[in-house]
Structures are given as structure tokens and as C-alpha cells.
């Protein structure tokens, strides 16, 4: 097994503007690539499980096997635990865990996930190579990773131009990779897999419950996170420059032809029998 190595600061961290976009996400919306692969016998890993959503959702996908969730941080995996106690699934386990090193046997499970992680790790080579080690021969590794250079949104504003820079800079400073979803094929060749389906899905927010609910998430993060904290103490950013970016992001919001897109990369790599 691998020893475990060094890895990235998480950016966001887990402030409630944080969790307003994770809680957000299922099955459905981050994981349709995924979901035609699943059979309901299937032992599952969910890596980076944040609060749980997506990990209780696949739990109910397979109700005849059973579905593991990890992530690095102890105080989200309580999280998790909670939402899946709430949700009475009896087939769900959870643990803290570093991707970089799992500690699990080889050939353990019949699929690994992983939902916007690899952006965040110092060696997202590495974190395949596990994912690859623990899945079952002919399982399936699956990611997907959202592309923060080729998030696109109209009508233009500089104060979001500024966001896009500054967030691209300082998640770079943190160990991470904001543009991973375009490199996910790339590493997974790299780690060693040789059946790879790489595939592309976005998000689009436009309506106005939509542009409300994004730009807010994103203003508040912006000022409050762990995010602004990093900005500022790294000196890549002040105060008031942040203030000014979220003003920016909720102008953004209350313009009706306003629309915003997020590009993710997808991979689905199937482990050599």
C-alpha cells in the first residue's frame, strides 16, 4: 500500500455557503455518467463525501450491496453520517480517509467515485493509482471534476473576471488543479488505466431561483469561507477586493438575461480483469 503524502489545503472549506452548493448535489445531477453502470449487489466507495447527498443517493441505487463514504475531513463525514441516517439507509458506512492512501485491501471494491476531488489534491496521479488498487478487477473507477477555465457565464462583468482569476490563483497556491476536469483522461492514462470513457456534462443556472441561489452561494463564499481566509493571509487578495467580487456576483444575479455554466470532465475507467 501506498504511504500517505502530502496534499493540497482544501480551498473551500466547509462554511454553510459551502455546503449550500454540496448539499445540493445528487446522484442524478453529478453522477448521470455513472449511473447506468450500477447494478444493485455493487460495493461501493464514495471519496470525498462531503455531507453525504450523493452517497445516499447511490446507496439506494444499490440496495442489495453497500456503499462506503470517506472524506478528509472528520467533522463533513459526521455530516454524512447524519444524512444518511435521516434518509434510514442501513447500507452505508463512513470514515476518514486520505485518497492518496486508502486504507483498504486491493480489489475491494466494485465501484470507486469521486465528485470534485481531484481539483483538490497535491497528487491526483496517485489518488487514481489507489482508486485503481482498491477497485475490483473489472470494476469501475468513475470522476468527474468540474473546469474552472472554461466556466463561461453572460452578460460579462470584470468584477467576475477578477473571481475567476483570483480563485484560479489561489487554489494553485493550495497544492490544486482548478482546471482538472479537462486533465482527468490525461492522469488516468498516467495512473495506469488502459479502458478509459471520458465524456463532459455541464451545470447552467439561468432562471431566476437559479442566478439567485448560484450568485449568492458564490458571494458569500467569496467573504466568509475558508477561501477568503486563504486569500487574504496568502496576500493574493484584500479585503476589500474580495467585497468587491462579491458585489459583483450578486449584480450578476439580479440581471434577468443572466446565465452562467459550468463545465465538468468525466472519466469512467474500467480496472483490467
Partial sequence: M????????????????????????T?????????????????VLDIGCGPGTITADLAELVPDGHVTGVDRAPE?????????????????????????????PDDTFCVVHAHQVLQHVGDPVQALREMRRVARPDGIVAVRDSDYGAMTW???????????????RVARANGGEPDA?????????????????ATSATWTFATPEEREWWSGLWADRTVASVYAE?????GRATTERLRAVAAAWRQWGERPESWFSVLHGEILCRKEA
Fill in 181 to 197: 476536469g479537462r486533465r482527468l483522461k490525461a492522469w488516468a492514462l498516467e495512473a495506469g488505466f488502459t479502458d478509459i470513457r
Fill in 27 to 43: 446522484a442524478a445531477n453529478s453522477a448521470a455518467y455513472l449511473l447506468g453502470s450500477l447494478e444493485p449487489h455493487m460495493r
Fill in 154 to 168: 453572460y452578460p460579462s462583468s470584470p468584477g467576475m473576471d477578477d473571481w475567476l482569476d483570483l480563485y484560479r
Fill in 230 to 234: 486563504i486569500a487574504v493571509g496568502g
Fill in 2 to 25: 501506498s504511504k500517505p503524502r502530502e496534499t493540497a489545503v482544501y480551498t473551500h472549506g466547509h462554511h454553510e455557503s459551502v455546503l449550500r452548493s454540496h448539499t445540493w448535489r
Fill in 76 to 104: 463533513i463525514v459526521e455530516r454524512a453520517r447524519a444524512t444518511a441516517a435521516e434518509r434510514g439507509l442501513a447500507n452505508t458506512g463512513f470514515a476518514v480517509a486520505d485518497v492518496h492512501a486508502l486504507d483498504y
